[in-house]
């Protein structure tokens, strides 16, 4: 099967799951106890012949290269995953039972067990691993060899680093970062939504221990997946952060090079120069000696003939920045001077100078104005990300 078309059979599988309904976006209360923004329910499949027929191609399709004489399903689930691939491979198949009877034969392998035989063990999805383990340890006692194990989908929240280092391979046929991704391209879902399920997904990390125990660890401030600048300008309201994360996606770089030189030429040597890999010059307009309106229309070839003052900083430069200090009047004064629709303006929000006397009360202070302003001001000067979370991708934030 060519990339192309195994690419379209994913998008058509996915789209299929949330048809049905085994894909749900909401607010959940998981068995745990913690509320998830997402829900995967496969015990739906069985309703549907002939999605589990393609689940059962996918899965086949996932394990081709593998080699292992005999299936086991892992209760209760993926019990008819299982059985279907059995059958298509006339190969034999165990279950393996929940709990173990008190009566007849006691046994918790059911089956034709043949010691030394490979078995591959199939799963719906896999959070933690802990059925996987739980399956896989009474089939070793039964002297079967248990190498790998493959999963309609995999929810990333471990279980493969659970599974892989107790020397087992996992084969998913689909992760849940893919799944976002197809629905989102679809239209099913949006942006904020993949956000907030990658963001659960991140915070909620599970880890099975020596003693088959899973833990969920929640982390106070897991690393983010971070939306791309493309998605980012989507989120912006002001235009000029719109264009400016446009411009960091096309060019592939999120480079400012701030230009501490005192000469119009050399300011202008210096854009020349990096130009081609940066997003964004910094000048010190202040500070060059033989500061013009001509220095400025080379900078900005199509600016407007500067309007008053020497500087004239809001007829040329794409954005401004500015301390939070003097209040709602410093917002209202730029905005007035410069307008929204052609510029945009940066909150200074923290500084990296010893001893400076900004503190974490003005920083959220500041962070407070900017959403209060959102078509106006589109980011920050700062020391790291001041904003956690989906709602932080909608600004800029500009570090040394």
């Known amino acids: 099967m060519s990339d192309l078309a195994h690419n379209d059979r994913i998008r058509d599988l996915v789209l299929e799951l949330f048809a049905v309904g085994a894909v749900k976006f909401g607010t959940f209360t998981l068995k745990s106890g913690i509320e998830s923004p997402i829900y995967i329910d496969l015990r739906i499949l069985v309703s549907h012949p002939s999605l589990l027929n393609t689940v059962a191609d996918a899965l086949l399709t996932a394990v081709k290269d593998l080699q292992y004489d005999v299936l086991c399903g892992v209760p209760y689930t993926a019990l008819p995953f299982?059985?279907?691939?059995?059958?298509?491979?006339?190969?034999?198949?165990?279950?393996?039972?929940?709990?173990?009877?008190?009566?007849?034969?006691?046994?918790?392998?059911e089956g034709v067990v043949v010691p030394g035989q490979t078995c591959l063990i199939v799963e719906d999805l896999v959070t933690s691993g802990l059925s996987v383990f739980e399956t896989v340890l009474p089939l070793?006692?039964?002297?079967?060899?248990?190498?790998?194990?493959?999963?309609?989908?995999?929810?990333?929240?471990g279980g493969r680093t659970n599974i892989e280092s107790r020397d087992?391979?996992?084969?998913?046929?689909?992760?849940?970062?893919?799944?976002?991704?197809?629905?989102?391209?679809?239209s099913k879902i949006d942006l904020e939504t993949v956000q907030r399920v990658q963001q659960?997904?991140?915070?909620?990390?599970?880890?099975?221990?020596?003693?088959?125990?899973?833990?969920?660890?929640?982390?106070?401030?897991?690393?983010?997946?971070?939306?791309?600048?493309?998605?980012?300008?989507?989120?912006?309201?002001?235009v000029i952060g719109k264009s400016l994360l446009t411009l960091m996606h096309r060019k592939c770089s999120n480079l400012c090079v701030a230009a501490d030189v005192t000469s119009s030429d050399k300011l202008l040597k210096l854009a020349e120069a990096v130009?081609?890999?940066?997003?964004?010059?910094?000048?010190?307009?202040?500070?060059?000696?033989d500061w013009s309106s001509n220095t400025c229309a080379k900078l900005?070839?199509?600016?407007?003939?500067?309007?008053?003052?020497?500087?004239?900083?809001?007829?040329?430069a794409d954005?401004?920045?500015?301390?939070?200090?003097?209040?709602?009047?410093?917002?209202?004064?730029?905005?007035?001077?410069?307008?929204?629709?052609?510029?945009?303006?940066?909150?200074?929000?923290?500084?990296?100078s010893v001893g400076n006397l900004i503190t974490p009360e003005y920083t959220k202070a500041c962070i407070d104005m900017a959403k209060r302003h959102q078509d106006f001001?589109?980011?920050?000067?700062c020391q790291e990300r001041v904003i956690d979370g989906p709602d932080g991708d909608a600004f800029i934030y500009m570090t040394p």
């Open 82 to 109: 299982a059985t279907l691939m059995a059958t298509r491979q006339q190969k034999p198949m165990l279950m393996r039972r929940k709990e173990v009877k008190s009566y007849g034969t006691k046994k918790i392998i």
């Open 140 to 157: 070793e006692q039964e002297k079967l060899n248990v190498t790998d194990i493959v999963v309609l989908l995999d929810r990333e929240q």
């Open 168 to 186: 087992k391979r996992l084969h998913a046929v689909l992760t849940l970062t893919q799944v976002l991704e197809i629905l989102e391209k679809e």
């Open 200 to 238: 659960f997904i991140l915070e909620n990390q599970v880890t099975v221990n020596a003693d088959l125990v899973a833990e969920v660890v929640p982390t106070k401030r897991a690393k983010r997946c971070r939306s791309t600048f493309q998605q980012r300008a989507k989120l912006c309201n002001n």
């Open 275 to 289: 130009g081609p890999y940066i997003c964004a010059l910094k000048t010190h307009c202040d500070i060059i000696e």
């Open 300 to 316: 900005k070839a199509l600016a407007e003939k500067c309007r008053g003052g020497v500087h004239n900083i809001a007829s040329w």
């Open 319 to 352: 954005f401004t920045n500015a301390h939070a200090l003097p209040g709602e009047g410093i917002v209202q004064g730029l905005r007035s001077a410069a307008g929204t629709a052609s510029h945009g303006l940066l909150l200074l929000a923290q500084m990296s």
């Open 377 to 381: 001001i589109f980011g920050f000067i």
